[in-house]
């Protein structure tokens, strides 16, 4: 015998609705994801050897006159503009990629959590982007002209394509991460996992901390490793200073209605 549904009952058939909606909303969302990352690689790859020798630029500059990077493997010529084309396709379309996946959780929110999710989306992109920028722009040329110096006599430097570009990636994605500590920070003091004032408490902690990060992304010089530590330290108090006013911001009456509805 079935009853008929109240307000607080819901019948089968309206109970998987909601669910049917939002994983075809879902799947509409990483389709254009997807579109997104094909429609920025289609523009990128006719141009992906000029962007290879832009990329390569700080360690061609500092080889010996006559002396040039090689290839080892046989496919390198052509994997190795494919695949930066390809992450550089990503790297361009993170910002409509976190506006779909904006888009899919906003209504759920509530409006006080709304007010400083795209915020902090926003931030996280731009903070991303500056971090990758900071580590072509400032630390290549003193982490290349370090490893260029070092090596022994009668050595002749002949970097390897592919390993150039694992390396560079790699580097980018460390320095974008760690220019995420505000963002990082203001969640922390949000979901009430710490407060600012434990945070200031633990500063000397986290400057010992910036440094050590710096002593493993760079090479082993004073120079570079405080390049990375010194900037890291000042976003993470610029983090203790939004957290501050992010909690702030939060603090409303917990029966708020979602954004959405």
Not at 234 to 250: D, Q, V
Request: contains cysteine; glycine residues 4%; proline residues 8%.
């Amino acid at each position: 015998m079935t009853s008929k549904p109240d307000g607080n009952q819901m019948s089968p058939e309206h109970q998987e609705m909601p669910l049917i909606e939002h994983l075809l909303e879902l799947r509409n969302r990483l389709l254009k994801m997807v579109l997104a990352v094909v429609i920025c690689f289609a523009a990128i790859y006719p141009f992906a050897n000029e962007l290879y020798l832009w990329l390569s630029e700080p360690i061609r500059s500092l080889l010996p006159i006559g002396q040039t990077m090689i290839a080892t493997d046989v496919t390198s010529p052509f994997f190795a503009p494919l695949k930066l084309a390809l992450v550089l396709s990503v790297f361009v379309a993170i910002p409509v990629i976190l506006y779909q996946l904006w888009s899919f959780v906003a209504p759920g929110l509530y409006a006080h959590e709304k007010r400083l999710a795209f915020p902090l989306l926003f931030t996280s992109v731009l903070l991303f982007y500056a971090g990758a920028a900071f580590a072509y722009y400032v630390v290549f040329p003193l982490v290349f002209g370090f490893f260029t110096a070092i090596g022994p006599e009668g050595i002749v430097e002949l970097p390897d394509i592919s390993s150039y570009l694992n390396f560079v990636l790699k580097m980018f994605f460390a320095f974008g991460v760690a220019f995420e500590i505000p963002i990082a920070t203001v969640l922390l003091i949000l979901t009430g996992a710490t407060t600012p004032q434990d945070l200031a408490a633990k500063r000397p902690y986290v400057v010992v901390a910036c440094f050590i990060i710096g002593m493993l992304l760079t090479p082993p010089d004073i120079i570079s490793q405080t390049l990375l530590a010194v900037p890291m330290w000042i976003l993470f108090e610029f983090g203790i200073i939004f957290g501050r006013l992010a909690k702030r911001e939060t603090a409303e009456p917990e029966s708020d209605e979602p954004a959405g509805e």
